[in-house]
């Protein structure tokens, strides 16, 4: 099982300013991974996927990078509903495929 | 538009049994493999289940196998999620969510459905 561990856990920081959140994988995922944003009692919306492309209707603030073991999301300027929990999620080597523990963007 | 509902959720005893579903609509339901993905209060995401599109490729993770059987309807646009000998760390909001074609990802997701296991 490939395990995906995510940092920081919480990120406080401001509006406006750039946030950058990591996913390492505990072997290579190639670049199957993707970024889930998910806002308190809402399910889970797809940010990014195969590492670097973002899905219909993301803002250009948010950009993924990355292959092999070490991925990125940057959102480049936070707006107010940008303030959420974010998850990386390999789905290279399934079953099982797996996420990361999470990483919360919280307002400074 | 996609939509996927999930229900069937509610709270049920230690070793008891529940039949979670997924109602599909706004798309070819038959085209595609589903998924159920849960999240324990206040945890992250954990992926339960696959189903391929026909029905006949099916995975589980290993703390749900021999007690959940996933399984669907195409006829009726509809996923299951027939869980048995449920357990206090089955807990969780159960979400079902549509497969990618290629690449697998989750671009759709149902609202999520409360299974509470306690006595």
């Known amino acids: 099982e490939i395990v995906l561990t995510q940092s920081p856990a919480t990120l406080s920081l401001s509006p406006g300013e750039r946030a950058t959140l990591s996913c390492r994988t505990s072997q290579s995922v190639s670049s199957y991974l993707a970024w889930y944003q998910q806002k308190p009692g809402q399910a889970p919306r797809l940010l990014i996927y195969?590492?670097?492309n973002r899905a219909t209707g993301i803002p250009v603030r948010f950009s993924g990078s990355g292959s092999g073991t070490d991925f990125t999301l940057t959102i480049s300027s936070l707006e107010p509903e940008d303030f959420a929990v974010y998850y990386c999620q390999q789905r290279y080597n399934w079953p099982p495929e797996t996420f990361g523990q999470g990483t919360k963007v919280e307002v400074k | 538009e996609v939509q996927l509902v999930d229900s069937g959720g509610g709270l049920v005893q230690p070793g008891g049994s529940l039949r979670l579903s997924c109602a599909a609509s706004g798309f070819t339901f038959s085209s595609y493999s589903m998924s159920w993905v849960r999240q324990a209060p206040g945890k992250g995401l954990e992926w339960v289940s696959y189903?391929?599109?026909?029905?006949?490729?099916?995975y589980y993770t290993d703390s749900v196998k021999g007690r959940f059987t996933i399984s669907r309807d195409n006829a009726k646009n509809s996923l299951y999620l027939q869980m048995n000998s449920l357990r206090a760390e089955d807990t969780a909001v159960y979400y079902c969510?549509?497969?990618?074609?290629?690449?697998?990802?989750?671009?759709?997701w149902g609202q999520g459905t409360l299974v509470t296991v306690s006595s």
């Open positions: 969510a549509r497969v990618s074609g290629s690449s697998g990802y989750y671009f759709f």
């Open positions: 189903i391929s599109s026909s029905g006949s490729t099916i």
């Open positions: 195969d590492a670097s």
